[in-house]
């Protein structure tokens, strides 16, 4: 091992760095770019950086120790149990660890033969889909809250826009859908489904 100490001149070294740029630029696009625009949760940056940086190095040095690849899972998948379980992430948020995790493990990944062009397409591919996926949700992202209603008598008229306009004016929301839950005639009030978009 101290023959090697300051010997930088092996191959997998600079395949490793070479694959590390390609792996930062990507979680750049995937965490900074494009997670960063739709959610603006700032907190989350560093985790998902450094998570992507760590699985990176810990999977391209792999086949240096030996260690069987199920249990190379294994380890993440404890890691990631251990480590977020007491925390409430949305599933969005989940989703951007898991992909984080995996464009780290495919950029780490030294595949024999295998064009590096084709790494970089599967990368694409995988934004793309993200922001596709972002921009899908942003147009069909829908809202729902129950509120209490206590004008009855507007229910009775059954003027479904003249209702929605007055909620609408009156929580500030673009209210799209009305729906009645349940009428209490006895205390007159009503508890109705709204939705709108977010």
């Known amino acids: 091992m101290s023959d090697n100490f300051f010997n930088l001149n092996h191959s997998d070294f600079f395949g490793i760095l070479m694959r590390f740029a390609i792996n930062t630029i990507f979680l750049i696009i995937l965490i900074r770019v494009i997670y960063f625009r739709y959610s603006r949760k700032e907190k989350f940056l ?4 450094l ?5 990176f190095f810990i999977t391209s040095m792999l086949k240096s120790v030996f260690i ?6 294994g380890l993440f998948a404890i890691f990631a149990i251990l480590r977020f379980r007491t925390r409430n992430f949305s ?11 995996g464009i780290s493990v495919i950029n780490s990944l030294k595949l024999t033969g295998f064009p590096v062009l084709g790494v970089i397409i599967f990368n694409i591919i995988i934004m793309v889909s993200a922001v596709i996926l972002e921009e899908f ?3 069909h ?3 729902s809250h129950t509120i209490i209603y206590e004008d009855l008598d507007l229910l009775k008229s059954a003027k479904k826009q003249k209702i929605i306009r ?3 004016a009156l929580t500030g929301k673009d209210i799209t859908c009305v729906r009645i839950r349940k ?6 009030v009503a508890f109705l489904d709204i939705s709108y978009r977010d």
């Not at 998570?51 to 699985?55: A, K, N, P, Q, R």
């Not at 069987?68 to 899972?73: H, N, V």
């Not at 009428?183 to 007159?188: C, F």
């Open 137 to 139: 949700t942003v147009k």
């Open 51 to 55: 998570m992507g940086i760590t699985v």
């Open 46 to 49: 560093f985790t998902f950086f």
């Open 166 to 168: 007055e909620l609408s």
């Open 141 to 143: 992202n829908i809202v």
């Open 68 to 73: 069987e690849f199920g249990m190379a899972i």
């Open 183 to 188: 009428i209490n005639y006895k205390d007159k």
């Open 91 to 101: 599933l969005k948020d989940m989703s951007y660890i898991f992909t984080t995790i």
